[in-house]
């Protein structure tokens, strides 16, 4: 199991380019799922320009090309990516090339083992899985039975809240994507160390030195 910092893109990135510069990283994974096609260029070229030299595992956006993963395969050396099931964002360009990469995220739908089989495995999501054994128990068992069966090639760690929020459509949702405490991961500890694939990023909007923080106390706490 190697858990990386991520930056994220739902939120301003250029505070985490400033940490990462401080702190000289040259790995993180990143997310790119909050920019379009000429913002995602803008963050590369950023990115260029700091001490990163790899980024291991990318979240693909449902309209990015082709030549969008070829950039990152050459210049980052990216290994995994993660794309959302078809039902919930749908490609808008043929990705296939680069099908034994990509990853099917567990995220709202039930995942669809047909779906998976399209593609290199399962992005298993912790806090998503968790927020539906805690909220939908049916989903919960439904997506465990087929996370058993397919490989799993990366994953996203994010915070389990201790009490549920209401989140933008006005659902019941435990998981969330800012930290408060470190003891917010602490359900990891339920799941089996074999869920864990060498590629897990930090789905956090908190600074990269929080989220540090919690790949130590993760890492301390298994």
């Known amino acids: 199991m190697t858990i990386y910092p991520t930056i994220t893109t739902l939120v301003d990135y250029n505070d ?42 990318v979240h693909l956006r449902s309209d990015m090309k082709l030549e969008e ?48 089989q399209n593609w ?13 054994r805690l909220l939908r128990p049916d989903v919960f068992e439904k997506n465990m039975e087929i996370i058993k ?28 994507h800012f930290g408060d405490s470190l003891e917010e991961f602490d359900y990891l500890k339920k799941y089996n160390k074999n869920l864990f694939s060498d590629y897990c990023a930090i789905e956090l909007n908190n600074s990269i030195h929080f989220q540090l923080k919690v790949i130590d106390y993760i890492k301390n706490d298994n």
């Not at 920019?35 to 963050?43: A, D, S, V």
């Open 16 to 57: 985490k380019l400033k940490e990462i510069d401080t702190l000289k990283l040259k790995t993180v994974c990143v997310f790119l799922t909050g920019l379009n096609y000429k913002e995602r260029k803008e963050l590369l070229n950023k990115i260029q320009k700091t001490p990163i030299k790899e980024i291991p595992f």
């Open 149 to 176: 069966k397919n490989k799993i090639g990366c994953n996203h760690i994010s915070a389990i809240k201790k009490h549920y929020h209401l989140n933008e459509i006005n659902v019941k949702r435990f998981d969330d």
């Open 69 to 116: 993963i070829e950039f990152l395969i050459k210049n980052f050396n990216t290994k995994v990516f993660n794309i959302h099931t078809e039902k919930e964002h749908p490609l808008e360009h043929d990705l296939s090339k680069y099908k034994n990469l990509i990853y099917i995220e567990n995220v709202y739908c039930t995942l669809d083992e047909k779906e998976i």
């Open 120 to 132: 290199a495995g399962i992005c298993l999501d912790f806090s998503h899985l968790e927020n539906d």
